[in-house]
């Protein structure tokens, strides 16, 4: 069984509705997935009956929570927790608003730069309930302020660029109780090694897993950050938090039950 466990749709920033997700990911041989859009659940209903009507693919509710541990931004992935949950409902409009607020603090900086940018300008599908900076870049390059949505990131809005404003997650302890208390299960997303002397500190707090396996993570860091982990009692998952496009190209990056058995275990999802 191949699985992919952090896929994004156009509900927040990736290029593909969610229907399109589940139709290019179930002909590209993936028998599991999970729509783990930013701060929205808005995909998961509709990648569930796109799944239902095609057969032969699987959907895990997920989402991709903006959190913060200690003055950082960290992302930690939600699995398999009820939908209607309101604790779930709370973080995600905490969310919503503080991306409204992050956004228009984004413009602000951007047009005291001198460039000509509504936060109207910044617009995205009909569906996206997660507006983020990839849609500022868009409008920029839409605009012809910016040659492409790398330009506009290294120019204007990266991590180092002048219009930069830091994200204003919940904290990490509370949305990992969010995430519990609504029966699911949580993992930290994409960390890296100097993250895993953190393991001990999130797994008392309820962390269950680590987003250990990704193509962006060579094999020996994978294989530490793996062993750090599970050191800790936390199981393993991956994913290709893929967002559209090519690289890599949807289905060519998996993991199997052999990978991640525990965390299907935990699931309620038998190998096959």
Known sequence: ??????????????????????????????????????????????????AAAQGGIGIVTAAEFTAELDGAEIHLLGYAFRLDDPGVAALTRRAAEARRSRLAA???????????????????????????RLHVARALVRHRIA????????????DRAPGFVPSHGAP???AIAAV???GGCAVWAHPSLEDARKFAQL????????????????????SALES????????????????????????SWFVTERHVGEFLERLGIAAR
């Open 1 to 50: 069984m191949h699985l992919d466990l952090h896929l994004h749709s156009t509900c927040s920033d990736g290029s593909l509705a969610p229907r399109d997700v589940v139709v290019a990911a179930r002909r590209a041989g993936l028998g599991v997935v999970a729509l783990a859009d930013h701060d929205t659940v808005a995909g998961v209903e509709p990648a569930r009956a796109a």
């Open 106 to 132: 984004i413009v602000e900086r951007l047009r005291g730069l001198g460039l000509s940018i509504t936060v109207e300008d910044v617009t995205a599908e009909p569906e996206c309930a997660s507006i983020g």
């Open 147 to 158: 040659s492409s949505v790398s330009d506009a990131f290294a120019r204007f809005i990266g």
């Open 172 to 174: 990490v302890d509370e």
């Open 180 to 182: 519990n208390g609504a």
């Open 203 to 222: 797994k008392a707090c309820g962390l269950a897993g680590v987003e250990a396996l990704r193509p962006s993570l060579d094999p020996v860091s994978s």
């Open 228 to 251: 750090q982990a599970r050191a800790e009692g936390l199981f393993i998952t991956g994913g290709s938090d893929w967002h559209g496009g090519t690289r890599p190209a949807l289905g």
